[in-house]
T-cell receptor, first 111, second 114 residues
Framework: DAKTTQPPSMDCAEGRAANLPCNHSTISGNEYVYWYRQIHSQGPQYIIHGLKNNETNEMASLIITEDRKSSTLILPHATLRDTAVYYC????????????FGKGTKLSVIP | DVKVTQSSRYLVKRTGEKVFLECVQDMDHENMFWYRQDPGLGLRLIYFSYDVKMKEKGDIPEGYSVSREKKERFSLILESASTNQTSMYLCASVPPGTGNQPQHFGDGTRLSIL
């Protein structure tokens, strides 16, 4: 699985877009970029994943650079409930077996 | 939406007790997982199952066993609880297929062994 690097923390004003970066320069061609988040004392929540095209769902957008060495998760209108630790992982088959989270980014949405 | 339900959010047990943690999913998923999550150690896989009555050891199976009698239910058993098993336990499930389906997690059980 690809090694990923994320900033340890970020702040975002409520209502503004939150842009969370992730570097995954060692990602291989068949590895997807997955984003999960974990709100304090809850289980991880799947957000979105992609291979090389940008993706959007009801929660977020995922922008992957053309060389696939980095990506950005975008929460278009952050709310207080989006305060959580966000994890970016590169994995060839998230359904296959073990997920491994790094330290992630602690996003604090500020009123 | 996928629903993974863990039987308890918080549980307190005593050393030496046999502890059962239950997980149920409602999406007919074949693959189910049990992880524990500890500060500074991240997620660690205890056991997983890819079908009824099938199980595979993860990275840290010692002191644990599992049971998968029905597809929707995957139980984690602490045979004789010890204080170093105090942790957050997370169950996840995913359908089989191409391999790029996301795992969906339950809310976790925070287990304290006294």
């Amino acid at each position: 699985d690809a090694k990923t690097t994320q900033p340890p923390s970020m702040d975002c004003a409520e209502g503004r877009a939150a842009n969370l970066p992730c570097n995954h320069s060692t990602i291989s061609g068949n590895e997807y970029v997955y984003w999960y988040r974990q709100i304090h004392s809850q289980g991880p929540q799947y957000i979105i994943h992609g291979l090389k095209n940008n993706e959007t769902n009801e929660m977020a957008s995922l922008i992957i650079t053309e060389d696939r060495k980095s990506s950005t998760l975008i929460l278009p209108h952050a709310t207080l409930r989006d305060t959580a630790v966000y994890y970016c992982i590169g994995i060839s088959g998230a359904g296959s077996y073990q997920l491994t989270f790094g330290k992630g980014t602690k996003l604090s949405v500020i009123p | 939406d996928v629903k993974v339900t863990q039987s308890s959010r918080y549980l307190v047990k005593r050393t030496g007790e046999k502890v059962f943690l239950e997980c149920v999913q409602d999406m007919d998923h074949e693959n189910m997982f049990w992880y524990r999550q500890d500060p500074g150690l991240g997620l660690r896989l205890i056991y997983f199952s890819y079908d009824v009555k099938m199980k595979e050891k993860g990275d840290i199976p010692e002191g644990y066993s599992v049971s998968r009698e029905k597809k929707e239910r995957f139980s984690l058993i602490l045979e004789s609880a010890s204080t170093n098993q105090t942790s957050m336990y997370l169950c996840a499930s995913v359908p089989p297929g191409t391999g790029n389906q996301p795992q969906h997690f339950g809310d976790g059980t925070r287990l304290s062994i006294l």
